[in-house]
């Protein structure tokens, strides 16, 4: 069965830092890329970051600098690293899936995607 599960959120103060995972099941990193989309309230669905089946990495600029995507192909896990939060990166974060397209831009279609994690940044 095919899950792509986000965890990891929360809710922290600017400056701070959070850690996501994307657990995958069902579908392998050596032929899916992975990305990270965030939707906040009242603001258009935003890819942040996605890697490539080859490790190619992808950022937004509105997070570059700050997050930063890895993967662990043994685990099936790919995590968001985000540093120096700030109030406006709140949001639930989503990770998606696909096998033709790094996830990041809103031009396409992509094939699957997780339930989402709440992140809050605030003081």
């Known amino acids: 069965q095919l899950q792509l599960v986000e965890s990891g959120g929360g809710l922290v103060q600017p400056g701070e830092s959070l850690r996501l995972s994307c657990a995958v099941s069902g579908l392998t990193l050596d032929r899916y890329a992975i990305g990270w989309f965030r939707k906040a309230p009242g603001k258009e669905r935003e890819g942040i970051s996605c890697?490539?089946?080859?490790?190619?990495?992808t950022y937004s600029d509105s997070v570059r600098g700050r997050f930063t995507i890895s993967r662990d192909v043994a685990k099936n896990t790919v995590y968001l690293q985000m540093n120096s939060l700030k109030p406006e990166d709140t949001a639930v974060y989503y990770c998606?899936?696909?096998?033709?397209?790094?996830?990041?831009?809103?031009?396409?279609?992509?094939?699957?995607w997780g339930q989402g994690t709440q992140v809050t940044v605030s003081s």
């Open positions: 998606v899936a696909d096998d033709q397209w790094c996830p990041i831009s809103d031009k396409y279609v992509y094939a699957y």
């Open positions: 890697i490539t089946t080859n490790g190619v990495r």
